[in-house]
Protein backbone atom coordinates (compact mmCIF):
# COMPACT_ATOMS: atom_id res chain seq x y z
CA UNK A 1 0.00 0.00 0.00
CA UNK A 2 1.26 3.68 -1.04
CA UNK A 3 1.11 5.85 1.75
CA UNK A 4 0.89 9.49 1.69
CA UNK A 5 1.81 11.54 4.54
CA UNK A 6 0.94 15.32 4.91
CA UNK A 7 2.36 18.07 7.31
CA UNK A 8 1.11 19.80 9.06
CA UNK A 9 -2.14 18.50 9.96
CA UNK A 10 -3.09 22.01 11.29
CA UNK A 11 -1.73 25.17 10.43
CA UNK A 12 -2.98 28.54 11.78
CA UNK A 13 -1.81 31.99 10.06
CA UNK A 14 -2.17 35.83 10.30
CA UNK A 15 -3.35 37.16 6.95
CA UNK A 16 -0.63 38.01 4.92
CA UNK A 17 2.12 35.43 6.16
CA UNK A 18 3.48 32.41 3.70
CA UNK A 19 2.74 29.01 4.52
CA UNK A 20 3.86 25.91 3.10
CA UNK A 21 2.34 22.07 3.48
CA UNK A 22 3.86 18.80 2.51
CA UNK A 23 3.30 15.76 1.12
CA UNK A 24 5.83 12.70 1.32
CA UNK A 25 5.62 9.29 0.71
CA UNK A 26 8.47 6.38 0.36
CA UNK A 27 6.65 5.12 -2.66
CA UNK A 28 6.88 7.12 -6.45
CA UNK A 29 3.60 8.23 -8.15
CA UNK A 30 3.09 8.51 -11.85
CA UNK A 31 1.01 11.81 -10.70
CA UNK A 32 0.04 14.02 -7.47
CA UNK A 33 -3.01 15.91 -7.28
CA UNK A 34 -3.89 18.61 -5.11
CA UNK A 35 -7.40 19.22 -3.92
CA UNK A 36 -9.34 21.93 -1.92
CA UNK A 37 -11.94 20.03 0.02
CA UNK A 38 -14.49 22.49 2.06
CA UNK A 39 -16.76 20.99 5.27
CA UNK A 40 -19.68 19.15 4.05
CA UNK A 41 -18.59 19.13 0.31
CA UNK A 42 -16.18 17.01 -1.93
CA UNK A 43 -12.81 17.36 -2.88
CA UNK A 44 -12.11 19.80 -5.94
CA UNK A 45 -8.93 19.82 -7.87
CA UNK A 46 -6.51 22.41 -7.65
CA UNK A 47 -4.00 21.39 -9.84
CA UNK A 48 -2.18 18.37 -11.01
CA UNK A 49 1.55 17.47 -11.26
CA UNK A 50 2.60 14.36 -13.42
CA UNK A 51 6.75 15.64 -14.20
CA UNK A 52 9.40 15.55 -11.30
CA UNK A 53 10.77 18.69 -10.43
CA UNK A 54 7.35 19.80 -12.48
CA UNK A 55 6.28 23.66 -10.50
CA UNK A 56 2.63 24.82 -11.29
CA UNK A 57 1.63 28.26 -10.21
CA UNK A 58 -1.99 29.25 -9.32
CA UNK A 59 -2.44 32.87 -8.77
CA UNK A 60 -1.03 32.77 -4.66
CA UNK A 61 -0.36 28.89 -4.81
CA UNK A 62 2.68 27.30 -5.89
CA UNK A 63 2.79 23.57 -6.35
CA UNK A 64 5.80 21.47 -6.54
CA UNK A 65 6.50 18.16 -7.44
CA UNK A 66 9.48 16.47 -6.12
CA UNK A 67 12.44 15.36 -8.74
CA UNK A 68 11.97 11.35 -7.78
CA UNK A 69 7.64 12.06 -7.84
CA UNK A 70 7.91 10.99 -3.89
CA UNK A 71 6.82 13.93 -2.51
CA UNK A 72 5.27 17.34 -3.23
CA UNK A 73 4.88 20.94 -1.53
CA UNK A 74 1.83 23.52 -1.51
CA UNK A 75 3.27 26.97 -0.98
CA UNK A 76 0.84 29.94 -0.38
CA UNK A 77 1.97 33.50 -0.34
CA UNK A 78 0.13 36.52 1.26
CA UNK A 79 -2.13 34.05 2.81
CA UNK A 80 -6.05 35.28 2.73
CA UNK A 81 -8.65 34.22 4.77
CA UNK A 82 -10.25 32.83 1.88
CA UNK A 83 -7.50 30.74 1.52
CA UNK A 84 -8.85 28.99 4.73
CA UNK A 85 -9.67 25.24 4.22
CA UNK A 86 -8.54 21.68 4.29
CA UNK A 87 -5.68 20.85 1.69
CA UNK A 88 -5.73 17.45 0.43
CA UNK A 89 -2.57 15.77 -1.40
CA UNK A 90 -3.54 12.32 -3.28
CA UNK A 91 -1.31 10.42 -5.65
CA UNK A 92 -1.52 8.11 -8.41
CA UNK A 93 -0.37 4.99 -8.06
CA UNK A 94 2.60 3.90 -10.89
CA UNK A 95 0.47 0.31 -10.68
CA UNK A 96 -2.59 0.88 -10.36
CA UNK A 97 -4.93 -1.09 -12.66
CA UNK A 98 -8.43 0.68 -11.38
CA UNK A 99 -6.89 4.35 -12.05
CA UNK A 100 -7.47 5.23 -7.75
CA UNK A 101 -5.71 7.91 -6.11
CA UNK A 102 -4.18 7.66 -2.47
CA UNK A 103 -4.99 10.31 -0.04
CA UNK A 104 -2.97 12.30 2.26
CA UNK A 105 -4.34 12.70 5.36
CA UNK A 106 -5.09 16.56 5.16
CA UNK A 107 -3.89 19.90 6.52
CA UNK A 108 -6.21 22.14 8.07
CA UNK A 109 -5.17 25.53 6.89
CA UNK A 110 -6.53 28.92 9.07
CA UNK A 111 -5.90 32.17 7.83
CA UNK A 112 -6.79 34.50 10.32
CA UNK A 113 -7.63 38.54 9.03
CA UNK B 1 -19.20 23.17 -16.09
CA UNK B 2 -20.00 19.55 -15.89
CA UNK B 3 -20.46 17.89 -12.15
CA UNK B 4 -21.28 14.77 -10.34
CA UNK B 5 -24.51 15.11 -8.49
CA UNK B 6 -24.85 12.31 -5.72
CA UNK B 7 -28.11 11.72 -3.89
CA UNK B 8 -29.06 11.70 -0.77
CA UNK B 9 -27.06 14.13 0.81
CA UNK B 10 -27.84 12.97 3.93
CA UNK B 11 -29.38 9.47 5.09
CA UNK B 12 -30.17 8.06 8.58
CA UNK B 13 -30.40 4.36 8.62
CA UNK B 14 -30.91 2.25 11.43
CA UNK B 15 -28.05 -0.76 11.80
CA UNK B 16 -28.84 -3.97 9.68
CA UNK B 17 -31.02 -2.23 7.14
CA UNK B 18 -29.96 -1.40 3.53
CA UNK B 19 -28.75 1.51 2.03
CA UNK B 20 -28.37 2.73 -2.12
CA UNK B 21 -26.17 5.55 -2.65
CA UNK B 22 -26.88 7.06 -5.89
CA UNK B 23 -24.34 9.21 -8.23
CA UNK B 24 -25.11 10.58 -11.91
CA UNK B 25 -21.40 10.97 -13.14
CA UNK B 26 -19.87 13.48 -15.54
CA UNK B 27 -21.44 12.16 -18.94
CA UNK B 28 -18.53 11.55 -21.33
CA UNK B 29 -16.44 10.13 -18.15
CA UNK B 30 -15.44 6.32 -18.81
CA UNK B 31 -14.13 5.84 -14.91
CA UNK B 32 -16.45 5.94 -11.65
CA UNK B 33 -15.06 5.57 -8.18
CA UNK B 34 -16.36 5.42 -4.85
CA UNK B 35 -14.57 6.94 -1.92
CA UNK B 36 -15.63 7.38 1.58
CA UNK B 37 -14.15 9.34 4.66
CA UNK B 38 -15.21 8.60 8.42
CA UNK B 39 -15.33 11.84 10.24
CA UNK B 40 -12.07 13.11 10.97
CA UNK B 41 -9.91 10.53 8.82
CA UNK B 42 -8.44 10.54 5.35
CA UNK B 43 -10.46 10.07 2.15
CA UNK B 44 -10.54 6.19 1.67
CA UNK B 45 -10.55 4.39 -1.84
CA UNK B 46 -13.75 2.15 -1.97
CA UNK B 47 -14.07 0.92 -5.69
CA UNK B 48 -12.75 1.66 -9.49
CA UNK B 49 -15.41 0.57 -12.01
CA UNK B 50 -15.21 1.05 -16.19
CA UNK B 51 -16.78 -0.56 -18.91
CA UNK B 52 -19.56 -2.52 -16.22
CA UNK B 53 -17.47 -4.40 -14.45
CA UNK B 54 -15.17 -3.32 -10.58
CA UNK B 55 -11.52 -2.65 -12.10
CA UNK B 56 -10.12 -2.29 -8.58
CA UNK B 57 -11.29 -2.78 -5.30
CA UNK B 58 -9.93 -2.00 -1.67
CA UNK B 59 -10.09 -4.53 1.46
CA UNK B 60 -12.87 -2.24 2.78
CA UNK B 61 -14.77 -2.97 0.42
CA UNK B 62 -16.06 -6.41 1.31
CA UNK B 63 -19.41 -8.31 0.57
CA UNK B 64 -21.28 -6.14 2.48
CA UNK B 65 -20.44 -3.31 -0.55
CA UNK B 66 -21.52 -3.39 -4.20
CA UNK B 67 -21.73 -1.07 -6.99
CA UNK B 68 -24.20 -0.83 -10.03
CA UNK B 69 -24.54 1.15 -13.37
CA UNK B 70 -28.54 -0.31 -13.84
CA UNK B 71 -28.42 2.24 -16.98
CA UNK B 72 -26.68 4.81 -18.75
CA UNK B 73 -26.65 7.75 -16.48
CA UNK B 74 -26.37 6.17 -12.78
CA UNK B 75 -23.63 4.71 -10.69
CA UNK B 76 -25.10 3.37 -7.26
CA UNK B 77 -23.52 1.84 -4.50
CA UNK B 78 -25.34 -0.54 -1.99
CA UNK B 79 -24.70 -1.76 1.51
CA UNK B 80 -26.43 -4.73 2.28
CA UNK B 81 -26.51 -4.51 6.02
CA UNK B 82 -25.78 -1.39 7.26
CA UNK B 83 -22.66 -1.13 10.70
CA UNK B 84 -22.05 1.44 12.94
CA UNK B 85 -18.94 1.85 11.46
CA UNK B 86 -20.39 2.29 8.32
CA UNK B 87 -21.46 6.07 9.32
CA UNK B 88 -19.63 8.39 7.22
CA UNK B 89 -19.16 10.59 4.00
CA UNK B 90 -19.37 8.68 0.61
CA UNK B 91 -18.05 10.24 -2.43
CA UNK B 92 -18.45 9.62 -5.75
CA UNK B 93 -15.84 10.72 -8.50
CA UNK B 94 -15.53 10.06 -12.17
CA UNK B 95 -12.81 10.40 -14.74
CA UNK B 96 -12.39 10.01 -18.67
CA UNK B 97 -9.71 8.07 -17.89
CA UNK B 98 -7.24 8.97 -20.69
CA UNK B 99 -3.86 10.41 -19.61
CA UNK B 100 -4.24 13.26 -22.35
CA UNK B 101 -3.40 15.88 -19.62
CA UNK B 102 -0.79 13.70 -18.63
CA UNK B 103 -2.94 12.24 -15.56
CA UNK B 104 -5.97 10.87 -14.73
CA UNK B 105 -8.45 13.79 -12.84
CA UNK B 106 -11.07 12.69 -10.90
CA UNK B 107 -13.90 15.03 -10.15
CA UNK B 108 -15.63 14.50 -7.18
CA UNK B 109 -19.45 14.74 -6.26
CA UNK B 110 -20.44 17.17 -2.91
CA UNK B 111 -21.19 13.56 -1.05
CA UNK B 112 -24.28 11.56 0.79
CA UNK B 113 -23.61 11.50 4.64
CA UNK B 114 -24.62 8.41 5.67
CA UNK B 115 -25.40 8.14 9.88
CA UNK B 116 -25.95 4.14 10.99
CA UNK B 117 -27.61 4.38 14.52
Known amino acids: TQLLEQSPQFLSIQEGENLTVYCNSSSVFSSLQWYRQEPGEGPVLLVTVVTGGEVKKLKRLTFQFGDARKDSSLHITAAQPGDTGLYLC?????????????FGGGTRVLVKP | EPEVTQTPSHQVTQMGQEVILRCVPI?????FYWYRQILGQKVEFLVSFYNNEISEKSEIFDDQFSVERPDGSNFTLKIRSTKLEDSAMYFCASSRGDLSSGANVLTFGAGSRLTVL
Open chain 2, 27 to 31: SNHLY
Open chain 1, 90 to 102: AGAPLLAAGNKLT
